[in-house]
Nanobody
């Protein structure tokens, strides 16, 4: 059974930082690409960041130079470090798994999803 356990979402003030975590089990983590997506009220789910099995990363323009995605294969965990947070970063953040070695910016190409963790940034 595939399970994704997310943590780290909370309310912070603009300019603050959060580290989101997603622990995976029941899947070949080390050979799977990982991604983070987010969805704000009234908006479509949007791509945030992805990391492939070689450690290569890709980011949405809106978070580039502020967010960092990383993975720890020994812990079967992917992280999203979010710095210099802005009110427009407020959303539910989802961890996603794609059971191939390369990542994607398309939500439909991911196979498994976490329950989401709420990030709220106040001004």
């Amino acid at each position: 059974q595939v399970q994704l356990t997310e943590s780290g979402g909370r309310s912070v003030q603009a300019g603050g930082s959060l580290r989101l975590s997603c622990a995976a089990s029941g899947l070949p983590f080390s050979s799977s690409a990982m991604g983070w997506f987010r969805q704000a009220p009234g908006k479509e789910r949007e791509f945030v960041a992805t990391i492939n099995t070689r450690g290569m990363t890709s980011y949405a323009d809106s978070v580039k130079d502020r967010f960092t995605i990383s993975r720890d294969n020994a812990k079967n965990t992917v992280y999203l470090q979010t710095n210099s947070l802005k009110p427009e970063d407020t959303a539910v953040y989802y961890c996603a798994v794609r059971t191939v070695i390369w990542g994607s910016t398309l939500a439909r190409e991911y196979d498994y999803w976490g329950q989401g963790t709420q990030v709220t940034v106040s001004s």
